[in-house]
């Protein structure tokens, strides 16, 4: 699963194609029961965003979601694993960011 507000992901991997940063949403991704030689073919196919036509890839967009899971799995945001209790809550807070840049 992917929860995203940019389309790139990775070194170029378009994985969320849909996604805007100033859409005040968030674009989850997520991949069904797929053995890892199919996350290979997604990852590859990734690069234009065309895995999201696959059977086994689902896609959707909310302001918020809660997620529960009954066992240990790792969580990342920017590179990072983070060690998170479940339920997680994720939110897009609007106007949250303000960049200030040379002209």
Do not use: C
């Not at 940063?21 to 053995?35: F, Q, S």
């Not at 899971?69 to 809550?89: F, K, Q, T, Y």
């Amino acid at each position: 699963m992917v929860i995203a507000n940019i389309p790139y992901f990775g070194a170029g991997i378009k994985i969320a194609p849909s996604a805007a940063p100033d859409d005040g949403l968030l674009d989850v991704v997520l991949m069904w029961h797929a053995p890892k030689p199919a996350l290979f073919r997604v990852l590859r196919m990734g690069t234009k965003g065309a895995h999201v036509k696959l059977h086994q890839i689902n896609t959707g967009r909310a302001t918020g979601l809660t997620l529960t899971w009954g066992r240990s799995m790792p969580v990342g945001a920017h590179r990072e694993s983070l060690d998170i209790p479940v339920p997680l809550a994720i939110r897009i807070m609007s106007n949250a960011l303000r960049i200030i840049a040379p002209r």
